[in-house]
C-alpha cells in the first residue's frame, strides 16, 4: 500500500502561483510515477501533470504546459505542482496519484492509489 497526503491548496487572484505538495509514504518501490488530476463541478477528473520518480520523464496537460510544473525531492518522497499564472478554469479540487505506468501522462484508472483532494480556487 501507498499513502499520498497533499497540502497546499487555497484561494489566488487571477494571475497568482500555488505550489501543491504531496507526502508519499509506504510501499513506493512499489510505484514508478506520481501523477496530479484535477476535477471540477460537472467535470470529469483528468490529468494535468506526471513525474516518473527517480529523476524520469515528466508530462502535462496541453492547457497548463509551461504554467504548471511537476517535481518531486526523491530524498523526503515530495512530489510537488508549481502552478504559475492560475486562471479561473484552473478551480478544482486537485488530487495527487501514484501508480506503475510504462509512459505518459495515465488516465484516472491507470492510478492505484489517491490522496484525499485539496480545493484550488482562482477567482477573476
Known amino acids: 500500500q501507498v499513502q499520498l497526503a497533499e497540502s497546499g491548496g487555497g484561494s489566488v487572484q487571477a494571475g497568482g502561483s500555488l505550489t501543491l505538495s504531496c507526502a508519499t509514504s509506504?510501499?513506493?518501490?512499489?510505484?514508478?510515477?506520481v501523477g496530479w488530476f484535477r476535477e471540477a463541478p460537472g467535470k470529469e477528473r483528468e490529468g494535468v501533470a506526471a513525474?516518473?520518480?527517480?529523476?524520469?520523464?515528466?508530462f502535462y496537460e496541453h492547457s497548463v504546459k509551461g504554467r504548471f510544473t511537476v517535481s518531486e525531492d526523491s530524498a523526503t518522497n515530495m512530489v510537488y505542482l508549481q502552478m504559475n499564472d492560475l486562471k479561473p478554469e484552473d478551480t478544482a479540487m486537485y488530487y495527487c496519484?501514484?501508480?506503475?505506468?510504462?509512459?505518459?501522462?495515465?488516465?484516472?484508472?491507470?492510478?492505484?492509489?489517491w490522496g484525499q483532494g485539496i480545493l484550488v480556487t482562482v477567482s477573476s
Open positions: 496519484a501514484a501508480g506503475f505506468l510504462a509512459y505518459g501522462l495515465g488516465r484516472a484508472d491507470q492510478f492505484d492509489y
Open positions: 509506504g510501499n513506493t518501490d512499489s510505484i514508478n510515477v
Open positions: 513525474i516518473y520518480t527517480g529523476g524520469g520523464a515528466t
